[in-house]
């Protein structure tokens, strides 16, 4: 019902920024709570931040609370996450996810993914 697309990725250097764009078709945003996760190979996907479809309540993975932002543009169906003082650690494929109900911080609860954009940090 929904397709995400996500781009922005790439190569950065410690301390660096970057923004990912998740694009949305088929169905607008605003009618899921969306999510990013990451992951590095060899690791388990983890949540990184989520928005919720109605409220627009923000959350954090404590990893990268302070750092990131995560916002989202109806009129564009868009979902962002700012991602600023960027360490090595953050290097991982970086995933889009939507679901129709609150944010969940567990990657069985989201319904629909993208197909990921990758981020490298060096230090």
């Known amino acids: 019902q929904v397709q995400l697309v996500e781009s922005g990725g790439g190569l950065v250097q410690a301390g660096g920024s970057l923004r990912l764009s998740c694009a949305a078709s088929?169905?607008?945003?605003?009618?899921?709570?969306m999510g990013w996760f990451r992951q590095a190979p060899g690791k388990e996907r983890e949540f990184v931040s989520g928005?919720?479809?109605?409220?627009?309540?923000?959350y954090y993975a404590d990893s990268v609370k302070g750092r990131f932002t995560i916002s989202r543009d109806n009129a564009k169906n868009t979902v962002y996450l700012q991602m600023n003082s960027l360490e090595p650690e953050d290097t991982a494929v970086y995933y889009c996810?939507?679901?129709?109900?609150?944010?969940?911080?567990?990657?069985?609860?989201?319904?629909?993914w993208g197909r990921g954009t990758q981020v490298t940090v060096s230090s």
């Open positions: 996810a939507a679901r129709g109900g609150l944010v969940r911080t567990t990657t069985p609860e989201y319904d629909y």
């Open positions: 928005i919720n479809w109605r409220s627009d309540s923000t």
């Open positions: 088929g169905r607008s945003v605003s009618s899921y709570s």
